[in-house]
């Protein structure tokens, strides 16, 4: 590795301790550095104070690392795969299919009569944010395996989004006002609605998905250089695809079913990887990525506790100005 590369990461982990102390101390009550240090290392602190960091605090912060690496990850592979910088980890459209999923359960189900059934109080809006993210895999999936033209999957996944989007815009029209209410602020996106058994599957199934991307560096390297050089140096594209869909699918699907759809980090923060380390090589864009959209979404949830604002809107707010660059600049950044 570089020494400037080398110096950036030691930067950047520096940046998320601090950022990730900060958040644990903002919030309706300051905390001081020490105290908060105290409740974590079992010292000597006021018990209030050590249940708002250890039970609240501690793990919404845990939940931005997560969600933040998770996002940006899954966006870098996304514009590599497509060749697109507009590319997002929504492109293939599993946001839609978790919010189709929670849309069921919060607004199809009391239409239908059956909110209140055992087996939909057990799926829960994660459950069903879920397994409406893997519905819309499932999909592109059997067609990656019928199509070689990558830009043709990515209309079609533009497509699936789009069909489902409008499903869910019916049922909002025909849904009563507590459930319509309950599911827009779900939409706005939350990091502080996990709770501690949540996080008991969030953490792996973000793990499972980051082992995958890590696995499929080499095959993105390739793919940087179009799909026909790729296939001459012998890489098998289409489960290449398959693991690629795989992994954005727990990292971003997951992240959606737990928090919510959170815009731009995904979009913007593998730009911001690029510009900061100058590098096309995904061995380093990758670590570069996540900790960069580590310290994005810490920031942003500081930002959101100060202001009382949804996450979701500070992450557009920052990610905006970020695309608006990308389109106007219109650099060979991917």
């Given at each position: 590795?570089?020494?400037?590369?080398?110096?950036?990461?030691?930067?950047?982990?520096?940046?998320?301790?601090?950022?990730?102390?900060?958040?644990?101390?903002?919030?309706?009550?300051?905390?001081?550095?020490?105290?908060?240090w105290?409740?974590?290392?079992?010292?000597?602190?006021?018990?209030?104070?050590?249940k708002?960091?250890?039970?609240?605090?501690?793990?919404?912060?845990?939940?931005?690392?997560?969600?933040?690496?998770?996002?940006?990850?899954?966006?870098?592979?996304?514009?590599?795969?497509?060749?697109?910088?507009?590319?997002?980890?929504?492109?293939?459209?599993?946001?839609?299919?978790?919010?189709?999923?929670?849309?069921?359960?919060?607004?199809?189900?009391?239409?239908?009569?059956?909110?209140?059934?055992?087996g939909?109080?057990?799926?829960?809006?994660?459950?069903?944010?879920?397994?409406?993210?893997?519905?819309?895999?499932?999909?592109?999936?059997?067609?990656?395996?019928?199509?070689?033209?990558?830009?043709?999957?990515?209309?079609?996944?533009?497509?699936?989004?789009?069909?489902?989007?409008?499903?869910?815009?019916?049922?909002?029209?025909?849904?009563?006002?507590?459930?319509?209410?309950?599911?827009?602020?779900?939409?706005?996106?939350?990091?502080?609605?996990?709770?501690?058994?949540?996080?008991?599957?969030?953490?792996?199934?973000?793990?499972?998905?980051l082992?995958l991307?890590?696995?499929?560096?080499?095959?993105?390297?390739?793919?940087?250089?179009?799909?026909?050089?790729?296939?001459?140096?012998?890489?098998?594209?289409?489960?290449?695809?398959?693991?690629?869909?795989?992994?954005?699918?727990?990292?971003?699907?997951?992240?959606?079913?737990f928090?919510?759809?959170?815009?731009?980090?995904?979009?913007?923060?593998?730009?911001?990887?690029?510009?900061?380390?100058?590098?096309?090589?995904?061995?380093?864009?990758?670590?570069?990525a996540?900790?960069?959209?580590?310290?994005?979404?810490?920031?942003?949830?500081?930002i959101?506790?100060?202001?009382?604002?949804?996450?979701?809107?500070?992450?557009?707010?920052?990610?905006?100005?970020?695309?608006?660059?990308?389109?106007?600049?219109?650099?060979?950044?991917?």
């Amino acid at each position: 590795m570089k020494p400037r590369a080398a110096l950036l990461f030691c930067i950047l982990s520096l940046l998320t301790v601090g950022l990730f102390v900060l958040d644990m101390a903002v919030g309706a009550v300051r905390i001081p550095p020490g105290d908060i240090w105290a409740a974590l290392t079992g010292g000597n602190c006021p018990a209030a104070t050590a249940k708002i960091v250890l039970h609240i605090r501690l793990l919404k912060a845990v939940v931005a690392l997560t969600a933040g690496a998770a996002l940006a990850v899954s966006g870098l592979q996304m514009q590599t795969l497509f060749r697109n910088p507009l590319a997002g980890p929504y492109v293939l459209g599993i946001s839609s299919g978790a919010s189709f999923g929670v849309a069921l359960f919060m607004l199809g189900a009391p239409l239908l009569g059956i909110a209140g059934s055992p087996g939909f109080t057990a799926l829960g809006v994660a459950g069903a944010a879920w397994v409406g993210a893997a519905a819309i895999l499932a999909v592109i999936a059997a067609v990656s395996r019928r199509i070689r033209d990558i830009m043709v999957i990515l209309i079609l996944g533009m497509m699936f989004g789009s069909g489902v989007s409008a499903v869910v815009q019916i049922m909002q029209y025909l849904s009563d006002e507590a459930a319509l209410k309950s599911f827009v602020i779900w939409t706005m996106g939350s990091l502080g609605d996990v709770t501690t058994s949540q996080l008991a599957l969030l953490l792996p199934a973000v793990g499972a998905g980051l082992v995958l991307a890590v696995a499929v560096i080499k095959p993105l390297n390739l793919l940087l250089l179009g799909e026909n050089y790729a296939r001459t140096m012998g890489l098998d594209i289409r489960r290449s695809r398959l693991l690629i869909f795989l992994s954005t699918t727990l990292l971003a699907g997951t992240v959606t079913a737990f928090c919510g759809p959170i815009g731009f980090v995904g979009l913007a923060v593998p730009h911001v990887a690029r510009l900061l380390f100058r590098n096309a090589d995904h061995r380093v864009l990758m670590p570069a990525a996540a900790l960069t959209g580590m310290i994005v979404m810490l920031l942003c949830d500081v930002i959101s506790k100060l202001l009382t604002l949804p996450v979701n809107t500070i992450t557009a707010l920052l990610g905006i100005p970020i695309v608006i660059w990308v389109v106007l600049g219109n650099k060979n950044i991917a």
